[in-house]
């Protein structure tokens, strides 16, 4: 039996489009003194570039790593983040029987994925300091909620003053899920099926590393994050996962 599934008018035109109008939700925290705003790479940063440049706030990234299944990479078992962070979907891991040893192999591997991609956004950079700040963490969508999580853990540990997340769209019991861990939740759509983040963007095509190196260098004021030249991204960037 085929199964059809309804289409709906897409809420935004691209990730830079939702940007601005999350921004505008939030337009409360402009020139906050202590704001600092956060990426997930790669789909997050231009929308996280727009609403730091809206609301006069510094912006950087916080580098996670989803963990999916072997044979399933879209249905996420749990996620890394910088730091050492870890978090599990232990609902998956026990319905699926999915051994330790198996876990700790896709860990590594993203690990090793997670080090190229901070070499190559942050270079000699060291991570943004947290301690103090209001954190706005961003994403270009919540489905899961298993990165977001495993980058709220990685913030929560540099000791902030606050946590939000704020993303275009979200699935409502991720929503419901994230919220007891931080101060609040902005979800421009939560509609009740989300199928896939994309079907919400006009424009979804996937953020390249140039992007995201061009996006932290214009908003460091010229900083270049890393080493993104031409053979840097040959070697690790815009072919990676």
Request: with cysteine; hydrophobic share 45%.
């Given at each position: 039996?085929?199964?059809r599934v309804?289409?709906?008018?897409?809420?935004?035109?691209d990730?830079?489009?939702?940007g601005?109008?999350l921004?505008q939700r939030l337009?409360?925290?402009?020139?906050?003194?202590d704001?600092?705003?956060l990426?997930?790479?790669?789909?997050?940063?231009?929308i996280?570039y727009?609403?730091?440049r809206?609301l006069h706030a510094?912006?950087?990234?916080?580098?996670?790593?989803?963990?999916?299944?072997p044979?399933?990479?879209?249905?996420?078992?749990?996620?890394i983040?910088e730091g050492g962070?870890?978090v599990?979907?232990?609902v998956v891991?026990?319905?699926?029987d999915?051994p330790?040893?198996?876990i700790?192999?896709?860990?590594?591997?993203?690990q090793r994925?997670l080090e190229?991609?901070?070499r190559?956004?942050?270079?000699?950079?060291?991570?943004?300091?947290?301690?103090?700040a209001?954190?706005?963490?961003i994403d270009d969508g919540?489905a899961?909620?298993?990165?977001i999580m495993a980058?709220i853990?990685?913030?929560?540990?540099?000791?902030p003053?606050?946590i939000?997340?704020?993303?275009p769209?979200a699935?409502?019991?991720?929503v419901?899920e994230?919220?007891?861990?931080?101060?609040?939740?902005?979800a421009?759509?939560?509609p009740?099926?989300?199928y896939?983040?994309?079907?919400?963007?006009s424009?979804?095509?996937?953020?390249?590393?140039?992007?995201?190196?061009?996006?932290?260098?214009?908003?460091?004021?010229?900083?270049t994050p890393?080493?993104?030249?031409?053979?840097?991204l040959?070697?690790g960037?815009?072919n990676?996962p």
């Amino acid at each position: 039996m085929r199964i059809r599934v309804k289409e709906f008018p897409p809420l935004f035109r691209d990730r830079r489009e939702a940007g601005r109008l999350l921004a505008q939700r939030l337009a409360a925290w402009t020139d906050h003194p202590d704001l600092l705003v956060l990426a997930l790479p790669r789909g997050g940063v231009p929308i996280a570039y727009e609403v730091a440049r809206a609301l006069h706030a510094p912006l950087d990234i916080v580098l996670v790593r989803k963990l999916g299944v072997p044979g399933h990479a879209e249905l996420a078992m749990g996620a890394i983040a910088e730091g050492g962070v870890r978090v599990l979907n232990h609902v998956v891991i026990r319905e699926l029987d999915i051994p330790e040893e198996i876990i700790d192999h896709v860990a590594r591997e993203e690990q090793r994925i997670l080090e190229q991609r901070r070499r190559l956004y942050r270079g000699d950079r060291p991570p943004p300091t947290v301690e103090g700040a209001r954190v706005i963490l961003i994403d270009d969508g919540l489905a899961t909620g298993m990165t977001i999580m495993a980058a709220i853990e990685a913030v929560r540990r540099g000791g902030p003053a606050g946590i939000m997340v704020a993303t275009p769209v979200a699935a409502p019991e991720s929503v419901a899920e994230i919220e007891p861990l931080v101060d609040e939740v902005v979800a421009l759509a939560t509609p009740e099926m989300l199928y896939a983040i994309g079907m919400w963007y006009s424009d979804f095509t996937p953020t390249s590393d140039a992007e995201v190196c061009s996006l932290l260098a214009e908003a460091l004021r010229g900083y270049t994050p890393g080493p993104c030249s031409d053979r840097a991204l040959e070697h690790g960037g815009e072919n990676a996962p």
